[in-house]
């Protein structure tokens, strides 16, 4: 069974950073982009970024450029996601995702996903 599972997900204030990890199991994601979505209360999932297989490329949402990095590991068949300068807006869970094919921006692109990290900043 394919599983993408979050962790480093917690409470932070405003300005600190967190590093969230996702690691793959039940088959190797090496071909994959790999990426990130969030989802706040109330709020659609929205995109947050994605990191090409072979580690060339990043793409990064207009409101986390400048702040967030995303990395991987394929040997250990990882993903993270580097947060720093967090604001109260970066509220919300995160979501790790595999890209299957289409736009990198919409949620229907990716096929795998895991169950989430709740990440909360306070003011």
């Known amino acids: 069974q394919v599983q993408l599972e979050e962790s480093g997900g917690g409470l932070v204030q405003a300005g600190g950073s967190l590093r969230l990890s996702c690691a793959a199991s039940g088959r190797t994601f090496s071909n994959n982009a790999m990426g990130w979505f969030r989802q706040a209360p109330g709020k659609e999932r929205e995109f947050v970024a994605v990191?090409?297989?072979?580690?060339?490329?990043?793409l990064y949402a207009d409101s986390v450029k400048g702040r967030f990095t995303l990395s991987r590991d394929n040997a250990k068949n990882t993903v993270y996601l580097q947060m720093n300068s967090l604001k109260p807006e970066d509220t919300a869970v995160y979501y790790c995702?595999?890209?299957?094919?289409?736009?990198?921006?919409?949620?229907?692109?990716?096929?795998?996903w895991g169950q989430g990290t709740q990440v909360t900043v306070s003011s």
């Open positions: 990191i090409t297989s072979n580690r060339r490329y990043t």
């Open positions: 995702v595999a890209h299957n094919g289409g736009s990198f921006y919409y949620t229907s692109s990716y096929d795998n």
